[in-house]
C-alpha cells in the first residue's frame, strides 16, 4: 500500500473504497470537515451514492480559560456540555449561555458561508459518516462527533485518509464506526502524507457541495 496521498481527492477516493459497505443505502449522510475535509467527503460521497453536506463545529471554551472545552456545538443545532469541566470550573448558567450565544453567531455566519438559504441536512435516525483530510490529536473531532450525538443519528462513522495509530482508541468510545487508510508510525502531521496540501479556499468548498447536490440521485 502506498504511504502517502497524491492530494485530497485521492486520498478521498482510497478512503472511499474502505467505506464500501455503506454504498447505497439510502440512509447515508457524509458530512465534512470544512475546508480540507471537504474534498475528500466529495470523493467519498460521489463513490457511496450519498448525499453530501458539512459538519461545522465550535469549541466553547470557559470564559477564563477558553483553551479549555466545557463543550462544542455543530451543525444543526447539535450541543454537547461536558459536566465534569462545569462542575470543576464553577462556570455559572448565565456565562455559559454568553459563551453559547457568541459561538452560534458564529457557527451560523460559517453555516451560511457554506450552506446559503439551505436549511441543515436531517441526521435523525441516519448513518452519518463523518470525514475529514486526517487526524493530529483528535481533539475537535471529539467535540463535533459528541456534539453530533445530540441530534440522534442511528449510527456514527468517523472516516479519515490518515491518522495517528492510536486514533482509535481515543475516539472509538464515541464514534461506532472509525476507519482509516494509513495509521503511520511515527506520526506528525496529516499534511506529511500528502504530496500536495493546499489551503482549500472557500470558494471550493461552496462548489464542491453544490456539484455534490447536482450529482446525487
Not at 451543525?75 to 470543576?88: Q, R
Amino acid at each position: 500500500m502506498d504511504d502517502r496521498f497524491q492530494d485530497r481527492f485521492a486520498a478521498g477516493r482510497k478512503l472511499a473504497q474502505a467505506l464500501q459497505a455503506y454504498a447505497h443505502h439510502h440512509d447515508v449522510l457524509v458530512l465534512a470537515v470544512p475546508r480540507g475535509g471537504v474534498p475528500v467527503g466529495y470523493e467519498v460521497a460521489k463513490a457511496l451514492g450519498a448525499e453530501l453536506d458539512v459538519l461545522i463545529a465550535r469549541k466553547l471554551g470557559l470564559p477564563r480559560h477558553p483553551e479549555l472545552a466545557m463543550g462544542a456545538i455543530a451543525s444543526g443545532g447539535a450541543l454537547y456540555l461536558n459536566p465534569d469541566v462545569i462542575a470543576m470550573s464553577g462556570v455559572s448558567r448565565q456565562e455559559i449561555e454568553a459563551v453559547l450565544a457568541d459561538e452560534r453567531i458564529e457557527l451560523q455566519r460559517r453555516e451560511t458561508q457554506y450552506r446559503g438559504a439551505r436549511p441543515p441536512v436531517r441526521i435523525d435516525g441516519r448513518v452519518v459518516i463523518v470525514v475529514d483530510d486526517g487526524i493530529a490529536t483528535g481533539a475537535s473531532m471529539r467535540a463535533a462527533v459528541m456534539a453530533l450525538r445530540s441530534q440522534h443519528p442511528d449510527r456514527i462513522v468517523v472516516a479519515v485518509p490518515v491518522a495517528p495509530p492510536d486514533a482509535k482508541q481515543r475516539l472509538g468510545d464515541i464514534a461506532d464506526d472509525f476507519v482509516c487508510v494509513l495509521s503511520p508510525d511515527p506520526f506528525y502531521a496529516v499534511g506529511q502524507f500528502y504530496d500536495t496540501f493546499d489551503q482549500t479556499s472557500d470558494e471550493e468548498v461552496r462548489r464542491l457541495l453544490a456539484r455534490s447536490r447536482e450529482e446525487t440521485p
